[in-house]
């Protein structure tokens, strides 16, 4: 009789803290995406933008000058990061991704491919 | 419509869709509409000798801003301009979650704050306020003679 045993790999928690997920506006135009991002808070050094495969992440972290001592009695805003992902579609150029960050915003542009601009094709008369 | 504006747990979404609910049934709903929820979002605390003001209010001209302090009550108010393309232009928006237009938040501050001394910073999109506390209302030890 054969006994079957399975091995079970211990399930790896990736633990994340929770982030706050910042709202986005995203316009697309026919030489590619604009993305604006608000990120109040998140200086420029504390901000990760990061396109792996197809995936563009947005991830920063909030730099507020707190006092020490203060003791808060209203938060609307309770976490200190932000984190966001989008998937880019095949004909975005992953590689030629833009961004600047201004006043807490974040604009990333993402051009599309050469391949696939919108083209007009000539039709001969035959 | 209100929405929450950094959307993070599922109790905040389903506040969310109860207020759309509630929104959708409404038969006689207040004439100046549903309220433009909270932007921007306000984080409010308070030292011994002062109050501290967070208004995550990125994509506006400091010089914009309007902060106004009047008998105790602060008011930051202002507008932002969208950052959507021209009716004309040929675009597609695929998404529009950002707040834009005029917004108002009015924080009650306690009676013991000094009105002449305020300062507002804006850094990063984060309107900072901070009013010192009156010197008079500082606690003072009182010696037993």
């Known amino acids: 009789m054969n006994t079957v045993t399975q091995t079970r790999e211990p399930a790896t928690q990736v633990r994340q803290e929770p982030a706050l997920w910042p709202p986005v506006d995203v316009i697309e135009d026919a030489t590619g995406i604009t993305l604006y991002a608000d990120l109040p808070g998140a200086p420029r050094d504390k901000l990760s933008l990061r396109v792996e495969g197809d995936t563009l992440s947005i991830e920063a972290e909030l730099a507020l000058a707190l006092p020490d001592n203060m003791e808060a009695s209203h938060a609307e805003v309770q976490y200190s990061r932000y984190r966001r992902t989008f998937t880019l579609s095949k004909e975005l150029d992953a590689e030629k991704v833009g961004a600047e960050l201004s006043h807490g915003v974040l604009r990333v542009r993402i051009p599309k491919a050469e391949h696939a601009q919108p083209r007009r094709i000539a039709v001969a008369v035959g | ?145």
């Open chain 2, 1 to 145: 419509m209100y929405r929450s504006l950094f959307p993070r747990d599922l109790f905040a979404e389903l506040d969310r869709l109860q207020r759309d609910m509630q929104q959708a049934f409404d038969q006689s709903p207040a004439i100046r509409g549903y309220g433009r929820g909270g932007f921007p979002a306000l984080n409010v605390g308070g030292t011994p000798t002062g109050v501290e003001i967070y208004a995550f209010a990125p994509g506006l001209d400091p010089s914009a801003i309007e902060v106004n302090l009047d008998r105790g009550v602060l008011t930051i108010a202002g507008e932002r301009a969208p950052s959507l393309p021209k009716a004309d232009d040929k675009a597609t928006v695929h998404a529009n979650e950002r707040f834009s237009g005029r917004f108002r938040r009015v924080v009650s501050l306690p009676d013991d704050v000094d009105p002449t001394a305020v300062t507002a910073k804006y850094n990063d999109g984060v309107l900072h306020v901070s009013i010192r506390r009156q010197a008079s209302a500082q606690p003072r030890r009182i010696e037993v003679q």
